[in-house]
Nanobody, 123 residues
């Protein structure tokens, strides 16, 4: 199986930027679609962005379009989430997820999950 470990979270002021990384261990990383989800206290886990196996296609939730960019480097078994123009509403635990084949927007569609990394945006 694939093990996922997120890093790069932290505390930033509104308008600032963070780059999250998700390092994957295991074989055949390029066979997995990857995604970032986030969950704030008392709220459901929502998709933030997703990327195809090759990195050729992406999906973004409306609330991050134009601000966040998902990318992957299959030679490094790593997926990234560049977050710009952060807002207090972006405060959440961000999770990396993977599944064989094509990506989906549903969290239940993902087999592998990281432990999460906290992102806090102050006003």
């Amino acid at each position: 199986q694939v093990q996922l470990v997120e890093s790069g979270g932290g505390l930033v002021q509104a308008g600032g930027s963070l780059r999250l990384s998700c390092a994957a261990s295991g074989r055949s990383f390029s066979m997995y679609a990857m995604a970032w989800f986030r969950q704030a206290p008392g709220k459901e886990r929502d998709i933030v962005a997703a990327i195809s196996k090759s990195g050729g296609t992406t999906y973004y939730a409306n609330f991050v379009k134009g601000r966040f960019t998902i990318s992957r480097d299959n030679t490094k078994n790593t997926v990234y989430l560049q977050m710009n123009s952060l807002e207090p509403e972006d405060t959440a635990v961000y999770y990396c997820a993977g599944r064989l084949g094509d990506y989906t927007v549903r969290s239940l569609g993902y087999t592998y999950w990281g432990q999460g990394t906290q992102v806090t945006v102050s006003s």
